[in-house]
């Protein structure tokens, strides 16, 4: 079943701030996936994590892969209207198969 | 290239009825799956293929059966839909198993009346 815990649920902010969402799970995984799904198409590939520790950025994005292997986070800085969607943790562990949060849904203000 | 495609987009069917969702890609991915994406619940894996003529179970593959004698197609097949089966489904695919950027299709949104 269902093995990580995306937090928050949903989130409802300003244009202009900044947004932060997490992902933890029980269970360690090797790699950390972060994705963005806008309405009705399908998730697409914002970062990927491959060390614990590890800090990465795609332009306004950072994510980071946590020290115990069990977490990870996405930050999005200066929000703009176009980051409106789901977003979507996955972990790998060793079967290689991607295990999904339940998704974060971010909704902007003007 | 075109990328993952499905078809069709939306499609709605009777409790019993039988049909397949279609998905193609056209980059040369070893590894294919299908996910189903309910409210609340993230992506759940149906089934997957490493390869052509080799397939597996995910985490929910009850009420599904799938093939692979192609390496550009992979259809998810609904013998008999139950409302249950409500739900939208993506098709994904990666160069390979230990290739961790999964590249989705735009979904199938289905509705089991």
């Known amino acids: 079943g269902q093995q990580l815990n995306q937090s928050p649920q949903s989130m409802f902010i300003q244009e202009g701030e900044d947004v932060s969402m997490n992902c933890t799970s029980s269970?360690?995984?090797?790699?950390w996936l972060w994705y963005k799904q806008d309405p009705g198409e399908g998730p697409v590939l914002l970062i990927a994590?491959?060390?614990?520790?590890e800090l990465t950025s795609n332009g306004r994005l950072t994510a980071q892969f946590g020290i115990t292997r069990k977490d990870s986070f996405l930050n999005i800085s200066a929000s703009i209207p176009s980051d409106v969607g789901i977003y979507f943790c996955a972990g790998i562990q060793g079967a290689q198969k991607l295990v999904f949060g339940q998704g974060t849904r971010l909704t902007i203000n003007p | 290239n075109a990328g993952v495609t499905q078809t069709p987009k939306f499609q709605v069917l009777k409790t019993g009825q039988s049909m397949t969702l279609q998905c193609a890609q056209d980059m040369n991915h070893e590894y294919m799956s299908w996910y189903r994406q309910d409210p609340g619940m993230g992506l759940r894996l149906i089934h997957y293929s490493v390869g052509a003529g080799i397939t597996d179970q995910g985490e929910v593959p009850n009420g599904y059966n799938v093939s692979r004698s192609t390496t550009e197609d992979f259809p998810l097949r609904l013998l008999s839909a139950a409302p249950s089966q409500t739900s939208v489904y993506f098709c994904?695919?990666?160069?390979?198993?230990?290739?961790?950027?999964?590249?989705f299709g735009p979904g199938t949104r289905l509705t089991v009346t």
């Open positions: 994904a695919s990666r160069t390979s198993l230990s290739s961790y950027e999964q590249y």
């Open positions: 994590l491959y060390k614990a520790g």
């Open positions: 269970s360690i995984f090797n790699t």
